[in-house]
């Protein structure tokens, strides 16, 4: 099971939004709405930001929402703040009953 | 309060075993799933093994399927992973994480802070 694929990096100025993509096959991402993301700050556990492609959980901001759209997820970081400065993952369900995360993406506010 | 505490990290030698633990409290651990995942220094996140609630279930990643066994003990509210005929690729932070319904079921919900273990000679 291969990795699913994001950008190594994405950045962008404080106010503006940004988009991450996550990209796999119809057997993991585009056969499941089990598409999930994480935010790790650097030498911290990940934090759980989205579920189900775009379920938010308690207590994560409405400034980010998630979408799917065929074989690729993606997660949008609205209003970018300093805080958002970090790694995101996704990850996704696939039809062998196992996980697969995403290559990671880091992203830099200006 | 929901923690999971992982235990048993350290240096091990190439072809050695190592044994971890994941505490669980503030929540009903015997109701959900559970999950190993690991990330390599400076690496991405890479999803190892889950075990279902009575522990009659599990499934493994190719790239530990039948080196690592993940196990778990609802008396305790403990989950382990055992880890043998360790590699030098094996080094990385382990942690365990939760599977509950604020999840959706198929998501990791609670980490813990991860435990380091180091494969070298």
């Known amino acids: 099971q291969s990795a699913l694929t994001q950008p190594a990096s994405v950045s962008g100025s404080p106010g503006q939004s940004i988009t991450i993509s996550c990209t796999g096959t119809s057997s993991d991402v585009g056969g499941y709405n089990y598409v999930s993301w994480y935010q790790q700050h650097p030498g911290k556990a990940p934090k759980f930001m989205i579920y189900?492609?775009?379920n938010r959980p308690s207590g994560v901001s409405n400034r980010f929402s998630g979408s799917k759209s065929g074989n690729t997820a993606s997660l949008t970081i609205s209003g970018l703040q300093a805080e958002d400065e970090a790694d995101y993952y996704c990850?996704?369900?696939?039809?062998?009953?196992?996980?697969?995360f995403g290559t990671g993406t880091k992203v830099t506010v200006l | 309060e929901v923690q999971l505490v992982e235990s048993g990290g350290g240096l091990v030698q190439p072809g050695g075993s190592l044994r971890l633990s994941c505490a669980a409290s503030?929540?009903?651990?015997?109701?959900?799933?559970m999950s190993w995942i690991r990330q390599a220094p400076g690496k991405g996140l890479e999803w190892l093994a889950n075990i279902k609630q009575d522990g009659s279930d599990m499934y493994y990643v190719d790239s530990v399927k039948g080196r690592f066994t993940i196990s778990r003990d609802n008396a305790k509210n403990s989950l382990y992973l055992q880890m043998s005929s360790l590699r030098a690729e094996d080094t990385a932070v382990y942690y365990c994480?939760?599977?509950?319904?604020?999840?959706?079921?198929?998501?990791?919900?609670?980490w813990g802070q991860g435990t380091p273990v180091t494969v070298s000679s």
């Open positions: 503030g929540f009903t651990f015997s109701r959900y799933w």
């Open positions: 189900d492609v775009s």
């Open positions: 990850s996704s369900y696939t039809s062998s009953g196992i996980y697969v």
């Open positions: 994480a939760s599977m509950t319904h604020s999840s959706g079921w198929y998501a990791f919900d609670y």
